[in-house]
């Protein structure tokens, strides 16, 4: 089992979920931590609030490469390419959620796995997809990114 996934595994046991997951990894990748960043997160888990809405991985994707890329302050800008790294991440989500998941959506996902044993997989490839669109647009996941 590889570091993410374990990590994983023990932040889901502590009562993380699934964007709050995703978060707490980029940031632990940073060299930082943030309390009311992870807990704002949560407002996304299971579809939104236990909605069933957008998957929490694909919102959490999304917030994650923002957190490296967005505008976090009046005098900062975003990255050049910000939407298009979320775009192309968007794109591989929709792609792999109808091939490997069910859907784009918690509770078409839940519908297919029940049993929400595809969750993991579908956090850690969405970590690792977003640190790899990182890494290609010349983020070093290692490097503290604070402006």
């Not at 919102?59 to 994650?64: E, M, R, V, Y």
């Not at 792999?96 to 993991?120: M, N, W």
């Not at 490839?125 to 647009?137: E, P, R």
Request: charged letters at 25%; proline letters at 1%; hydrophobic letters at 40%.
């Amino acid at each position: 089992m590889d570091d993410i996934v374990l990590e994983m595994v023990r932040l889901k046991a502590r009562g993380y979920c699934c964007t709050q997951i995703i978060l707490i990894l980029a940031l632990k990748a940073q060299g930082k931590t943030n309390a009311d960043l992870v807990r704002s997160m949560g407002g996304l888990c299971y579809g939104v609030n236990w909605g069933g809405e957008v998957c929490g991985a694909l919102s959490g994707g999304a917030c994650l490469i923002s957190l490296y890329t967005g505008k976090g302050a009046d005098v900062e800008i975003p990255h050049d390419q910000h939407l298009v790294m979320i775009g192309e991440f968007v794109e591989w989500f929709i792609i792999a959620a109808d091939e490997k998941y069910g859907g784009t959506r918690c509770h078409e996902i839940l519908e297919k796995f029940p049993d929400r044993s595809i969750c993991s997989l579908i956090v850690a490839d969405t970590y690792k997809k977003c640190m790899d669109i990182l890494v290609k647009n010349g983020f070093d996941r290692a490097i503290n990114t604070s402006r």
